[in-house]
Structures are given as C-alpha cells and as structure tokens.
C-alpha cells in the first residue's frame, strides 16, 4: 500500500526568541522616553484618569433612580474636584507651616548644625566632609529649599489645569463607555472584564491608602503632639501624603519631624519620634496594610517597591503616587490578553494567573508517568 506523502516541516520563526526580547525591549524603552519627555502632559492625565475611575462609583446609585446621563456625569466631577480642593488645601497648609517652622527655628537650626559638625570632626572625618555637611544642614540651605516650594507650586498649578479638563471630558466619557458591553456583547467581554478587574483594583487600592494612611496620621499627630514637637497638624498631613507612596513613604513622611525634634529636644526627643513612628508605621504599614493591598491589587512586594523608582524616574514626582496604578495598567494592557503569559503574571503577583487546564493536565500526566 503507497504510504502517503510525509507533511512538510513546520516553517521556522521569522525571527529568534532571542530577536524578538530584544526587539519588544527597544521598543518599550523608546515608547517609554515618548512619555518621560511628554510627562508634563503624561502625568496630569494619570492622574485625571484616577480620580474618575474613583470617583466613578457614584454614578451608580444616580442611574440605579432613572436620573438623566448628565446627572450621573456632573456627580463624578463634583466628587473628582472635591478630592482635588481637599488634598490641595492639605499640602497648601502644609507648605506654608513648614516655611514658617524654617524661619521660627533659624537660630536653633544653626546651633545644631555646630554641634553636629563638631561631632563629625571629633569623629575623625575630614574638613571636606565637614564642609558638605555644613552644606547641606545650615539653614539657609533649608531656607532656600522652602522657598523653591514656590516654583513647585506654580508647576502643580499647571498641572491642575490640565487635570481639571481632563476630568469633566473623561467623566463625560465614561457614561457612555458603561454601555460598551449592551453595544458589543460577547466580542468585547474579554477586554471589558480586564477593563473592570483593573479599575476596582484601582480603586480599593486608595481606599486602602487612604484609610490606612488616616489612622497613621492621627497617631502620629496625636503622638508628636503629646511629646512637644512644633506643628504636629503639618507632619500628620505628610504622613497622611507619603502613605500614598508604597514602601518608601515611611521614611520620607519621618525625616523632617525627625530633624525637628533633634533641634528643639535633642538626642531623646530625636529617638522618641523614631521609636513612635516605627511602632506606628511597621505594625500599620509592613505588617497589616500589605496584606490589604496585596488582596486588592496581586502585586509582588519586590514589584511594588520598584515601580514606584521607575514610574517616578519616567513622570516626575507625580509618578511615586500612581506607581501602583501605572504598574496595573502596563499589566493589564501588556500580560492579560496574552494567553501565553500566565507566567510572567504570576510574578508580578497576579493569583488569578494559572496555568491553562490543558497544560496543567498533561503536567499532571507526566508527573504520573514518572
């Protein structure tokens, strides 16, 4: 009997695996030097982006009565500005607190730095080392730094601008984004649960912070108030603020009170703030609240840690504060629709990211055949 024909061999890629690593990574870094260099445009619009997949929510009860569209809309902007008002109103009387504290305290500042200077020297460290540390500490550096806080105003004022316009045209958006699924039914259901799966992640990630962050910074006010430290109100709003910025946001949030409590008390008022804000932060923020996050968001610790000198490194400052949201997206954009990259998603921290029932079968198969 003629044997039939034997198939032609499979065609070989096109192009290495090797090949197509390195072409997806030149491609990612000239796509993200695109956005570092539009990040005057880039950030705003994340930021605006946020506030409405938070803010969204509202509109429901408002459609749930039968009320019109435009109800729903202008609901999501008035929340979205209000948020806005409140943490601008925050960090203005935080800033201003803190120039007046620089001026206040100049004199105790300057006895301070002599004494922390001589320390070095009799440490052994040498004239230059002393010189940069002068530097570094005398009060009018820090002078110099309060009032530099005016140009940083005037650039978040702008940023405002394009955040504030960016928020009514994607709230307007975002009415009739919700009947995606009634337009496109099963087509696009895929996509549309990646979309929602990322804004709820989105928004019990800052319902987490911001919880957390409010019962951190009233222990800490309360507890630097207690202990004599000046202007505790403007160092609860910070920690309140860096609690917003994953990982590094402790320490940020405890160096200036720190250093404040050195110059009006010394060495012990110095480790009392330490010890409390250890206490405080470790047992709220590394013990407890990662585990909130990490069910809200399935991120890896070591992935949460760098997106947030990644993002800000790409966007500026603004960056430390939607690391998480950012890192999410890139996620869901990049890894989710992909069916061959339930790997890589399961370290980035993603649970939900299995293997197919297929393979998991024939691992099983081979597990027994051995």
Not at 33 to 51: D, M, Q
Not at 268 to 287: D, E, K, W
Not at 293 to 319: E, M, Q, R
Request: proline letters at 7%; glycine letters at 8%; a positive charge.
């Amino acid at each position: 009997m003629k044997q039939p024909p034997p198939s032609p061999p499979a065609p070989a890629p096109a192009l290495s695996p090797a090949l197509r690593t390195l072409l997806t990574l030149a491609a990612a870094v000239i796509v993200l030097a695109g956005i570092s260099f539009a990040r005057e445009l880039v950030g705003p619009l994340a930021l605006a982006i946020v506030l409405v997949v938070i803010c969204e929510p509202v509109r429901r009860p408002l459609d749930g009565r039968g009320w019109p569209r435009w109800a729903g809309t202008t609901a999501v902007i008035a929340v979205a500005y209000l948020v806005l008002v409140v943490m601008g109103l925050l960090l203005w009387l935080a800033g201003t607190q803190f120039a007046r504290l620089v001026g206040e305290f100049a004199d105790e500042l300057q006895d301070t730095v002599r004494t922390f200077l001589g320390w070095l020297q009799s440490a052994g460290l040498d004239q230059e080392a002393s010189d940069a540390a002068a530097s570094v500490l005398d009060p009018q550096t820090l002078a110099r730094l309060a009032s530099s806080l005016g140009g940083a105003v005037l650039g978040v004022a702008t940023a405002l601008f394009f955040v504030v316009a960016y928020i009514i045209f994607m709230a307007a958006d975002a009415a009739r984004y919700r009947d995606a699924g009634r337009i496109f039914g099963r087509a696009k259901s895929p996509t549309l649960a990646r979309i929602r799966r990322l804004n709820t992640g989105v928004r019990r990630y800052y319902v987490v912070n911001a919880t957390f962050g409010a019962i951190v910074a009233i222990i800490d006010g309360l507890a630097l108030w207690w202990l004599g430290v000046p202007a505790p109100l403007v160092w609860a709003i910070l920690a309140f603020v860096t609690n917003f910025i994953p990982n590094i946001g402790f320490v940020l949030g405890l160096v200036p009170p720190a250093v404040l409590a050195f110059v009006v008390g010394g060495w012990p008022l110095l480790l009392a703030v330490i010890a409390i804000y250890c206490v405080v932060n470790v047992v709220l923020q590394v013990l407890v609240q990662p585990k909130f996050v990490s069910d809200a968001v399935d991120l890896s610790l070591t992935l949460s840690f760098f997106s947030v000198i990644f993002w800000t490194f790409v966007i500026g400052p603004l960056g430390a504060i939607l690391s998480i949201p950012l890192t999410l997206f890139v996620r869901t954009l990049v890894l989710e629709g992909d069916p061959g990259s339930h790997w890589l998603r399961w370290l980035s921290g993603d649970r939900t990211a299995v293997p197919p029932p297929a393979d998991a079968g024939s691992e099983a198969s081979r597990r027994n055949r051995s």
